[in-house]
């Protein structure tokens, strides 16, 4: 097992990653800390897989589980959390635990940051997308103008990162997980992502070791970055290297018709695009197409979307202001910048990106 800890304005948590780990989340968490009650929020498809064995004995531990999908992140699912939350008699020593994948994770956690002004909670991912929304205490959920417009800063009390959840992941879904991988490399890390491209097989075929290695530097770079600005006032804004075309396909196509991670793809082929013609550098773009492709990530905005709509989405994400268009860009690998980009020059490299385009 390997474990590390997250430092943050608001508290220190440790993050437990391991095979076979989640068998001992209740020795795990009595080793920090002592609750009066516990919840447990998970969704359709991991309580059909996991719940029964990581409840193993516990039996006086209540179970609100939501549909699966990023469709549950609405104030209608929400508000039953809540409800279900009441009836449980939660008080302010109960800690919420959040069984799942991001959407999971992210409702659980508003849940708990709104339940009686804040209480605890402890993330137990079964994605590879999740390694990322696990760590740092970014909660909310979805709104029809946009994705997280609601939400808190809340961090978890800990995270428990059991790799033998992840086997059962459809492929989507695991490269999805491994876009924010791939992310992590291009804002902090180029030998981390020239190891990567190197590997040559798709991150479903990852050994344990190999998988293990990734969350874990995926996670310590997100920790170090979140250590220094918790709450996304200047350098947090560089984890969302890719994420300002990909919210805007997510909203524009209906959330969970295409998954976060794959829209994020499309969104850091933009985002390099618009790095080389501000900064006049060279990524490699083709050769970044290519190895997407390979590990079956998309590299182009579907045709069915509209570009002018995208841009108008653009302007409305939670990182803009005064409805300009601001973007994470690259000087280099491991150098991101956050720029304000002209209108027209959006628009010329968002069109080169949609499917047939140059």
């Given at each position: 097992m390997e474990s590390m800890m997250i430092d943050t304005t608001d508290r220190s948590y440790p993050v437990y990653i391991g095979v076979g780990i989640s068998d001992s989340w209740r020795k795990l968490i009595d080793q920090f800390q002592s609750y009066s009650k516990y919840f447990l929020i998970t969704d359709e498809t991991v309580s059909e897989h996991y719940l029964s064995s990581f409840m193993g004995v516990e039996k006086d531990i209540s179970v609100h589980v939501i549909p699966t999908g990023e469709k549950s992140k609405s104030m209608e699912e929400y508000g039953k959390c809540l409800t279900a939350m009441l009836e449980a008699e939660l008080d302010r020593k109960s800690c919420v635990i959040a069984l799942g994948g991001g959407v999971v994770g992210d409702l659980a956690g508003f849940a708990a940051a709104t339940y009686m002004r804040g209480i605890d909670?402890?993330?137990?991912?079964?994605?590879?997308?999740?390694?990322?929304?696990?760590?740092?205490?970014?909660?909310?959920?979805?709104?029809?103008?946009?994705?997280?417009?609601i939400g808190a800063f809340h961090q978890p009390a800990a995270v428990i990162y059991d790799v033998n959840f992840l086997r059962t992941l459809p492929n989507k879904e695991w490269r999805s997980g491994f876009s924010e991988v791939i992310k992590h490399a291009f804002i902090h890390d180029e030998d981390f992502l020239n190891w990567l491209?190197?590997?040559?097989?798709?991150?479903?075929?990852?050994?344990?070791?190999?998988?293990?290695?990734?969350?874990?530097?995926g996670i310590s770079i997100k920790g170090n970055i979140v250590k220094e600005d918790e709450r996304e006032k200047g350098i947090r804004a560089y984890l969302n290297f890719g994420h300002t075309l990909g919210h805007a396909i997510e909203a524009e196509q209906g959330f969970g018709v295409i998954t976060h991670g794959e829209?994020?793809?499309i969104g850091m082929i933009y985002a390099l695009k618009m790095s080389e013609a501000y900064y006049s550098s060279d990524f490699r773009i083709h050769e970044i197409e290519n190895w997407f492709s390979q590990v079956?990530?998309?590299?182009?905005?579907?045709?069915?979307?509209?570009?002018?709509?995208?841009?108008?989405?653009?302007?409305?994400?939670?990182?803009?202001?005064?409805?300009?268009?601001?973007?994470?860009?690259?000087?280099?690998?491991?150098?991101?910048?956050?720029?304000?980009?002209?209108?027209?020059?959006?628009?010329?490299?968002?069109?080169?990106?949609?499917?047939?385009?140059?």
């Open positions: 909670f402890i993330q137990v991912p079964t994605t590879l997308l999740a390694h990322d929304s696990s760590v740092g205490g970014k909660t909310g959920i979805n709104h029809e103008y946009g994705k997280n417009l491209m190197s590997l040559e097989k798709r991150v479903e075929a990852y050994t344990d070791d190999e998988l293990q290695y990734i969350i874990k530097k829209a994020v793809a079956g990530l998309p590299t182009s905005i579907p045709k069915t979307l509209q570009p002018e709509r995208l841009i108008k989405r653009m302007k409305k994400d939670k990182k803009a202001e005064n409805q300009t268009l601001s973007f994470v860009l690259l000087k280099e690998i491991g150098d991101p910048q956050r720029v304000t980009i002209d209108e027209s020059l959006a628009m010329e490299l968002l069109e080169s990106c949609f499917e047939g385009g140059s």
